[in-house]
T-cell receptor
Framework: RKEVEQDPGPFNVPEGATVAFNCTYSNSASQSFFWYRQDCRKEPKLLMSVYSSGNEDGRFTAQLNRASQYISLLIRDSKLSDSATYLCVVNIRNQGGKLIFGQGTELSVKP | DAGITQSPRHKVTETGTPVTLRCHQTENHRYMYWYRQDPGHGLRLIHYSYGVKDTDKGEVSDGYSVSRSKTEDFLLTLESATSSQTSVYFC??????????FGPGTRLTVT
């Protein structure tokens, strides 16, 4: 079993739609959580950290459920420019700076 | 964006030859990382460094070595390249263990 698992996608949605991505992690020692965005043939970039109380950044909302070991990302009012692969990432306690990446979920927003 | 560059950006080499990839950062970041990204596997950590001359193995370190003699440079060497090492290689750096900024990637093909 992979340590971080995501919906395989691809998600094809029209502009203006709301889309949600899910991620589960298997290591209960996971302590920090992130969503990264990766455009085609580009490097990953940090989209947002995920906090226990949930957090929002504009149209993006991230949620964490530690009991279920589940992370989500909600994108409202999708834009064409949101088309990318979204990577769920966790950091494990006592493993220094090592981040564990999910395989990513591809999003394609259509006009 | 953090100032992280990788060289070369593209390389084609033959099986059995040694190859060195360079990562250079201008942010004075303490932590540096090398990943490879392959379809079906996502990003996997090869080696990382938590200071000059301080390095440790990641999950896919076999066949790779690293060196960090200066804060700004982190070198990845494929001692004897194999076709299974054809991949996209990303370098990352960060001031803390929880933030990572990625370079643009190196596409390596081993024939």
């Amino acid at each position: 079993r992979k340590e971080v698992e995501q919906d395989p996608g691809p998600f094809n949605v029209p502009e203006g739609a709301t889309v949600a991505f899910n991620c589960t992690y298997s290591n209960s020692a996971s302590q920090s959580f992130f969503w990264y965005r990766q455009d085609c043939r580009k490097e990953p970039k940090l989209l947002m950290s995920v906090y226990s109380s949930g957090n929002e950044d504009g149209r993006f909302t991230a949620q964490l459920n530690r009991a279920s070991q589940y992370i989500s990302l909600l994108i409202r009012d999708s834009k064409l420019s949101d088309s990318a692969t979204y990577l769920c990432v966790v950091n494990i306690r006592n493993q220094g700076g090592k981040l564990i990446f999910g395989q990513g979920t591809e999003l394609s927003v259509k006009p | 964006d953090a100032g992280i560059t990788q060289s070369p950006r593209h390389k084609v080499t033959e099986t059995g030859t040694p190859v060195t990839l360079r990562c250079h950062q201008t942010e004075n970041h303490r932590y540096m990382y090398w990943y490879r990204q392959d379809p079906g596997h996502g990003l996997r950590l090869i080696h990382y460094s938590y200071g000059v001359k301080d390095t440790d193995k990641g999950e896919v370190s076999d066949g790779y070595s690293v060196s960090r003699s200066k804060t700004e440079d982190f070198l990845l060497t494929l001692e004897s390249a194999t076709s299974s090492q054809t991949s996209v290689y990303f370098c990352a750096s960060g001031a803390s263990s929880y933030e990572q900024y990625f370079g643009p990637g190196t596409r390596l093909t081993v024939t």
